[in-house]
């Protein structure tokens, strides 16, 4: 699954106009950037949510997506594309757990969701940190990165047996940021972590920190440090300074 509902208020005025995802870096939508890599991964399909100005999005992309391929991409595969548009019949997004329940009904057991908006062309959709997670017991994995200048407290912890921590601000902790890129188990949008039924017919808004906080108390959401390029594209400057 790929977010690509928010407003983008830090955006503005930017994103009066066109929604955040389809803001152009190095000459292609940010949205892009997700969708090849996943499709480069070999993952076959994948939905979008869509809120702000949301009707730009399907037309730009349709029905599927064509990666571009390379000697290096022998597994790459044609994207299949549903949406999940959350601007019709509830108005507007439904932040990120929200917008993961009303999807819920087209996701697998086991899916990967990624941000429309952060830029990480190089991350790999990786097979086997798919099928490590599955065979898991926990219901969460995320990747973080290394604090950008934006967030310089960090998110979270990171034990040394690969569990995300979530830890009060004391001397001697590293801390990382959490990247938007995870691996989750539809386990943990049911009722024992999440009210919200699936496919969220109220419209229910719900964030999803709360949610991962909750889980990592009791050690069921693992963890990753990714160091590739990753840029959170939330403000005018970044855009500027990637282009």
Request: hydrophobic residues 45%; aromatic residues 10%.
């Amino acid at each position: 699954m790929l977010l690509a509902a928010g407003r983008g208020e830090r955006m503005r005025p930017l994103t009066d106009s066109t929604p955040k995802p389809l803001l152009t870096v190095r000459g292609k939508p940010l949205l892009f950037y997700p969708l090849q890599a996943l499709a480069l991964a070999g993952v076959s399909s994948a939905v979008i949510n869509t809120g702000w100005l949301g009707d730009q999005i399907e037309p730009v992309f349709g029905n599927s997506f064509q990666p571009s391929l390379t000697q290096d991409s022998p597994h790459a595969s044609k994207l299949q594309l549903q949406y999940s548009h959350e601007g019709r019949g509830v108005g507007e997004a439904l932040e990120t757990a929200g917008g993961i329940v009303r999807a819920l009904p087209k996701l697998d057991d086991v899916f990967w969701v990624a941000a429309g908006d952060v830029f990480a062309p190089d991350f790999v959709f990786s097979a086997k940190a798919y099928e490590g997670f599955k065979a898991s017991t926990s219901l969460a994995h995320i990747w973080l990165v290394p604090n950008p200048d934006h967030n310089l407290g960090g998110d979270f912890g990171l034990s040394p047996d690969g569990l995300a921590l979530n830890l009060p601000r004391n001397a001697g902790h590293t801390f990382f940021t959490f990247s938007s890129i995870a691996l989750y188990k539809r386990a943990f949008f049911e009722a024992a972590w999440c009210p919200i039924p699936a496919g969220n017919p109220k419209g229910v808004k719900a964030p999803l920190a709360a949610m991962l906080r909750a889980a990592m108390y009791q050690g069921l959401v693992s963890a990753s440090v990714y160091e590739g390029l990753w840029v959170d594209v939330g403000t005018p400057e970044r855009l500027a300074q990637l282009n």
